[in-house]
């Protein structure tokens, strides 16, 4: 979940998932008010056993990028 706890608006930007990656995540676009909140729902589907993992990158706009790192072991 990404959280705005500025003071201001916030517009960001998630990208798809990588190809190929065991994680499944969604485009996600939206422009957040001050406390306002937005889900991005990750799928974990292993392919392999071992350690997965992935890297989730929130652009904001005016400000600087988050990234997620996302680990699952299959």
């Known amino acids: 979940t990404l959280v705005n706890r500025g003071d201001r608006s916030a517009t960001v930007d998630v990208n798809n998932s990588p190809n190929g990656s065991p994680f499944r995540w969604s485009r996600l676009q939206a422009t957040l008010d001050p406390g ?5 729902p990750i799928r974990f589907t292993p392919t392999r056993i071992g350690t997965a993992r992935a890297t ?7 400000g ?3 990234d997620v790192d996302i680990t699952g072991d299959g």
């Not at 989730?56 to 005016?62: F, S």
């Open 56 to 62: 989730l990158r929130a652009a904001v706009t005016g």
């Open 36 to 40: 306002e909140s937005a889900a991005v």
């Open 64 to 66: 600087e990028s988050i």
